[in-house]
């Protein structure tokens, strides 16, 4: 999960003829795709929006947790918004009244992307 380019080889030589074969490697850097979750609230229902910054790889599954606080209570539940591969967004999960806590993402790496679940705020439309 490395983000940087890597490089690598191997040498080998044959001890009585000191011939040489020689190996070399090189792995491209993992994509950061920075998925953002946001939400809006229409008169007491908040709509939850994922969206990517790059087409997704494979089908990533989003889970967070919404929290509710009325009357100084604390209720939470799970969240699970499914961007398709080869997508950007997805707008398919609504509860009432809640806002996001604790995001993250299944896979969280696939192939040459890194998935990062980045949680903003709720607004009113």
């Known amino acids: 999960m490395n983000t940087s380019t890597r490089n690598g080889g191997i040498i080998f030589i044959q001890d009585d003829s000191s011939k040489i074969v020689s190996i070399t490697m090189n792995q491209l850097a993992a994509i950061i795709n920075n998925i ?37 209570g604390n209720d939470r539940h799970t969240v699970k ?8 967004s997805e707008t398919n999960a609504t509860t009432s009244g809640y806002d996001l806590f604790n995001g993250k993402c299944t896979p969280s790496y696939y192939g040459n992307q890194l998935f990062n679940v980045i949680l903003g705020d ?4």
Do not use: H, M, N, W
Request: negative net charge.
């Open 81 to 88: 918004i499914l961007i398709k591969k080869d997508t950007t």
């Open 122 to 125: 709720i607004v009113a439309p």
């Open 36 to 72: 953002t979750v946001t939400g809006i609230r229409y008169s007491g229902t908040t709509v939850y929006k994922a969206e990517a910054q790059y087409p997704v790889s494979t089908d990533v599954e989003i889970q967070f947790e919404a929290t509710y606080s009325p009357g100084g």
